[in-house]
C-alpha cells in the first residue's frame, strides 16, 4: 500500500513539472526548447525508477502472501487428517459397544438355556433319588428277609433276585453319581457365564458412562428427578415402643411391619430413633442415606459419633449407635448404590465394629453382591475424620482431602460420606472429594445415592 501511494506521489510531482514546463514556454518557447526535452527525459527516469519500485514492492508482497497461504494449507490438511483420525475412532468404539451388546444378549440367551436345563436335571435328579429310596427300602426289606433266612437255605431263585435288586440299586446309584457330576459341571459353566455377563455389563457400563459424560454432561446442572430408593414420606408418623426391642428386626417379628422411624433400645443402651426399613421379608437398620446432597456430610468426629441429618431424609445414625446395636450379636452389613443412570447395585458383608476405645475399627468380609468390593477385608479399618486420629500415608491426610468421616485405608479411592457431586462438565471431575464407588482394579462408579444398612445374621429377633 506504501508502494502505491509512493508511486501516485512520483507521478504527480512528474505531471506538475511537466504542466510548468508548458507554461514557461509560452514565454520563451524558442529558446527553452532543448532544455525542456531534457527536463521531460528526467521525468521519464523518475517515473521509471518509481514503477521499477513498485513491481520489486509487489513481487515481495506476492512472495509473503504465498507463503502465508502455504501456512495456511498446511494448517488445514493438519485439521483434516485429525479430524479423519477421530471420526475412525469414534466408529471402532460404536462397533465394539455394538458386538459387546450382541455377546451379553447370547450369553444371556445361553445362560437361560442352561438355567433351564439344570431344572430339568434337577427334577430329573429329584425323581432318580426318590426311586432309591425305594429301591433301599426294598434292599432293607429283602435283607431282613434274608436274615429270617439265614437258618434256612434260601433258594436259588430268591439268590438271583437279590443278586439282580443289589446289581440294579448299584447301577442307579452310580447313574445318580453321574448327574450329579453333570450338575455341578453346569453349576460350574452357569458361574462362569455369570461372571462373563458381569464383565461385558462393567464394560458396557463403561462405555454407557462415557457417552454419559459427552453427551448428558455438557449443559447446566439438573436437580434429581427421582430418589433412588423407596420414597419416604417427609410426614412419615414416628411409631414408638415400649423400648423393649433391640433393633428393627425384633420390631418387625414382633409386628411391625410399615417402614418409618421407630424407638429402639439394644441391651445395656439408652433408647433412640432409628428409620426401619421393611424389605425382603424382614426389617433393616439404616445407619446412612444419601439422595440429593442436601446435607453436609464434611462433619467433625463428634458429629459423626453422635449422629446427624433428619431420619427421614439425608442422615448419618452415628457410630455410637450403630456400635450399641451390633454388640449384641453378628450383623450383616448392605451397602446399595445408585449411578446417574439409575443402575442399581449392591453389596454385603459379614463384618464387626469395635467401640470408641478403637477408634471404632471396622472389619469386612464379602458375602454377595452384584458390584466389584471396594473396601479392603480382613483388614482393620479406623474411622477418622479431619482434625482427628488422623492416619497419614505419604504425606496425605485423607479425611482433610477427601471431606467427609470414613473408615480409610491408605487414602484409597471410596468414600459414601464424602462431597456431593453431581456431573456437570465434559471436565474431568474432582473424584477425591466426590460421592463414588472404586474398586482397586476397575472403574469409577460415580454415585447419585447411597444407603447402608444392618441386618442380624439369624433373622431373628434377639432374646
Given at each position: 500500500m506504501?508502494?502505491i501511494l509512493?508511486?501516485?506521489f512520483?507521478t504527480?510531482?512528474?505531471?506538475?513539472?511537466t504542466?510548468?514546463?508548458d507554461?514557461?514556454?509560452?514565454?520563451?518557447?524558442p529558446?527553452l526548447?532543448?532544455?525542456s526535452?531534457f527536463?521531460?527525459?528526467?521525468d521519464v527516469?523518475?517515473?521509471a525508477?518509481?514503477l521499477l519500485q513498485?513491481?520489486?514492492?509487489?513481487?515481495?508482497f506476492?512472495?509473503k502472501?504465498?507463503?502465508?497461504?502455504?501456512d495456511?494449507f498446511q494448517?488445514?490438511?493438519?485439521?483434516?487428517?485429525?479430524?479423519y483420525?477421530?471420526?475412525?475412532?469414534?466408529?471402532e468404539i460404536?462397533?465394539e459397544?455394538e458386538q459387546l451388546?450382541?455377546?451379553?444378549a447370547r450369553?444371556?440367551?445361553?445362560n437361560?438355556?442352561?438355567?433351564?436345563?439344570?431344572?430339568e436335571?434337577n427334577?430329573?435328579i429329584e425323581d432318580l433319588?426318590q426311586?432309591k429310596?425305594?429301591l433301599q427300602e426294598?434292599?432293607?426289606?429283602l435283607?431282613?428277609k434274608?436274615?429270617?433266612?439265614?437258618?434256612?437255605q434260601?433258594?436259588?431263585?430268591e439268590?438271583k433276585?437279590?443278586s439282580?435288586l443289589k446289581a440294579?440299586v448299584e447301577?442307579?446309584?452310580?447313574h445318580?453319581?453321574?448327574l450329579?457330576?453333570i450338575?455341578?459341571d453346569?453349576h460350574?459353566?452357569?458361574?462362569r457365564q455369570?461372571?462373563?455377563?458381569?464383565e461385558?455389563?462393567?464394560?458396557?457400563?463403561?462405555i454407557?458412562l462415557?457417552e454419559?459424560?459427552?453427551?448428558?454432561?455438557?449443559g447446566e446442572?439438573t436437580e434429581?428427578?427421582?430418589?433412588?430408593?423407596?420414597?419416604r414420606n417427609a410426614?412419615?408418623v414416628?411409631y414408638?415402643?415400649?423400648g423393649a426391642?433391640?433393633d428393627?428386626?425384633?420390631?418387625y417379628?414382633?409386628?411391625?411391619h410399615?417402614s418409618?422411624?421407630?424407638?429402639?433400645?439394644?441391651n445395656?443402651?439408652?433408647?433412640f430413633?432409628?428409620y426401619?426399613?421393611?424389605k425382603?421379608?424382614s426389617?433393616w437398620?439404616?445407619?446412612?442415606?444419601?439422595?440429593?446432597?442436601?446435607?453436609?456430610?464434611n462433619q467433625?468426629?463428634?458429629?459423626?459419633?453422635n449422629?446427624f441429618?433428619?431420619l427421614?431424609?439425608?442422615f448419618?445414625?452415628?457410630?455410637?449407635k450403630t456400635?450399641?446395636?451390633?454388640?449384641?450379636?453378628?450383623?450383616i452389613?448392605r451397602i446399595?448404590?445408585q449411578d446417574?443412570?439409575y443402575?442399581k447395585?449392591?453389596?454385603?458383608y459379614?463384618?464387626s465394629?469395635?467401640?470408641?476405645?478403637?477408634?471404632?475399627?471396622?472389619q469386612l468380609?464379602?458375602i454377595?453382591?452384584?458390584i466389584p468390593?471396594a473396601?479392603?477385608?480382613?483388614?482393620e479399618?479406623r474411622?477418622?475424620?479431619a482434625?482427628h486420629h488422623?492416619?497419614?500415608i505419604?504425606?496425605?491426610n485423607c479425611p482433610?482431602?477427601?471431606?467427609?468421616g470414613?473408615?480409610?485405608s491408605e487414602?484409597?479411592?471410596?468414600?459414601?460420606n464424602g462431597?456431593?457431586v453431581?456431573p456437570?462438565?465434559r471436565?474431568?471431575?474432582d473424584?477425591?472429594?466426590?460421592?463414588?464407588?472404586?474398586?482397586?482394579?476397575?472403574?469409577y462408579?460415580?454415585l447419585k445415592s447411597?444407603?447402608?444398612?444392618?441386618?442380624?445374621t439369624d433373622l431373628?429377633?434377639?432374646d
Amino acid at each position: 500500500m506504501k508502494i502505491i501511494l509512493a508511486f501516485l506521489f512520483i507521478t504527480s510531482l512528474a505531471l506538475s513539472a511537466t504542466a510548468e514546463k508548458d507554461y514557461s514556454s509560452l514565454d520563451s518557447a524558442p529558446s527553452l526548447e532543448t532544455k525542456s526535452r531534457f527536463a521531460m527525459l528526467d521525468d521519464v527516469r523518475i517515473l521509471a525508477n518509481g514503477l521499477l519500485q513498485l513491481g520489486h514492492g509487489l513481487k515481495d508482497f506476492v512472495h509473503k502472501t504465498k507463503g502465508q497461504m502455504n501456512d495456511i494449507f498446511q494448517k488445514l490438511y493438519i485439521f483434516d487428517r485429525s479430524f479423519y483420525e477421530l471420526s475412525l475412532q469414534t466408529s471402532e468404539i460404536k462397533e465394539e459397544e455394538e458386538q459387546l451388546r450382541q455377546t451379553t444378549a447370547r450369553l444371556q440367551i445361553n445362560n437361560e438355556e442352561i438355567k433351564n436345563l439344570s431344572q430339568e436335571m434337577n427334577s430329573k435328579i429329584e425323581d432318580l433319588i426318590q426311586n432309591k429310596i425305594q429301591l433301599q427300602e426294598k434292599v432293607w426289606g429283602l435283607e431282613d428277609k434274608v436274615t429270617k433266612l439265614a437258618i434256612v437255605q434260601p433258594s436259588v431263585q430268591e439268590t438271583k433276585d437279590i443278586s439282580s435288586l443289589k446289581a440294579f440299586v448299584e447301577q442307579q446309584d452310580n447313574h445318580i453319581k453321574q448327574l450329579l457330576r453333570i450338575v455341578e459341571d453346569q453349576h460350574a459353566q452357569l458361574d462362569r457365564q455369570h461372571n462373563q455377563i458381569m464383565e461385558l455389563e462393567d464394560k458396557l457400563n463403561h462405555i454407557e458412562l462415557q457417552e454419559l459424560a459427552e453427551d448428558s454432561f455438557t449443559g447446566e446442572q439438573t436437580e434429581p428427578e427421582a430418589s433412588p430408593f423407596p420414597v419416604r414420606n417427609a410426614t412419615a408418623v414416628t411409631y414408638t415402643s415400649d423400648g423393649a426391642a433391640p433393633d428393627c428386626t425384633a420390631l418387625y417379628n414382633s409386628g411391625m411391619h410399615s417402614s418409618g422411624v421407630y424407638t429402639i433400645k439394644p441391651n445395656g443402651s439408652e433408647a433412640f430413633d432409628v428409620y426401619c426399613e421393611m424389605k425382603f421379608g424382614s426389617s433393616w437398620t439404616v445407619i446412612q442415606n444419601r439422595v440429593d446432597g442436601s446435607l453436609d456430610f464434611n462433619q467433625t468426629w463428634d458429629a459423626y459419633t453422635n449422629g446427624f441429618g433428619d431420619l427421614n431424609e439425608e442422615f448419618w445414625l452415628g457410630l455410637n449407635k450403630t456400635y450399641s446395636i451390633t454388640k449384641q450379636g453378628d450383623y450383616i452389613l448392605r451397602i446399595e448404590l445408585q449411578d446417574w443412570k439409575y443402575n442399581k447395585r449392591y453389596i454385603e458383608y459379614a463384618f464387626s465394629l469395635g467401640g470408641p476405645e478403637t477408634d471404632y475399627t471396622l472389619q469386612l468380609s464379602r458375602i454377595s453382591g452384584s458390584i466389584p468390593n471396594a473396601l479392603p477385608e480382613l483388614t482393620e479399618l479406623r474411622f477418622s475424620t479431619a482434625g482427628h486420629h488422623v492416619d497419614i500415608i505419604n504425606d496425605f491426610n485423607c479425611p482433610e482431602n477427601y471431606l467427609g468421616g470414613w473408615w480409610h485405608s491408605e487414602c484409597e479411592e471410596t468414600n459414601l460420606n464424602g462431597k456431593y457431586v453431581a456431573p456437570r462438565s465434559r471436565g474431568r471431575l474432582d473424584r477425591r472429594k466426590g460421592l463414588y464407588w472404586k474398586p482397586k482394579k476397575g472403574r469409577y462408579y460415580l454415585l447419585k445415592s447411597t444407603k447402608i444398612m444392618i441386618h442380624p445374621t439369624d433373622l431373628k429377633s434377639f432374646d
